[in-house]
């Protein structure tokens, strides 16, 4: 079974940027919608951002402008760029991999925002 494989958390300073990656090697990779999603402590998990398999993309509203998401098919990756970074975007962040029958989740990468 494809597993879905997340990475590049870790700790940042606010107003920092980080890049998150999500491979998920599937031959048919380009025909996923690609989605992040994070939770924080104590709270549930929130949608953050999703690109389809035409390249629209979504943003919830805290991280427009801050955040981009983008696909690569031929490496069958995905990416968040996350830009000024604020302490309350840290959260475990999770990629999701669906389309049809299909719906996978990674296992999330901590991200911490502090000083």
């Known amino acids: 079974q494809v597993q879905v494989v997340e990475s590049g958390g870790g700790l940042v300073q606010p107003g920092g940027s980080l890049r998150l990656s999500c491979s998920y090697a599937s031959s048919i990779f380009s025909v996923f919608t690609i989605g992040w999603y994070r939770q924080a402590p104590g709270r549930q998990r929130e949608f953050v951002a999703n690109?389809?398999?035409?390249?629209?993309?979504n943003y919830t509203e805290t991280v427009k402008g801050r955040f981009t998401i983008s696909r690569e098919n031929g490496e069958k990756t995905a990416y968040l760029q996350m830009n000024s970074l604020k302490p309350e975007d840290t959260a475990v962040y999770y990629c999701n991999v669906r389309w049809i029958k299909t719906d996978d989740w990674g296992k999330g990468v901590l991200v911490t925002v502090s000083l």
């Open positions: 690109i389809n398999s035409n390249h629209v993309t």
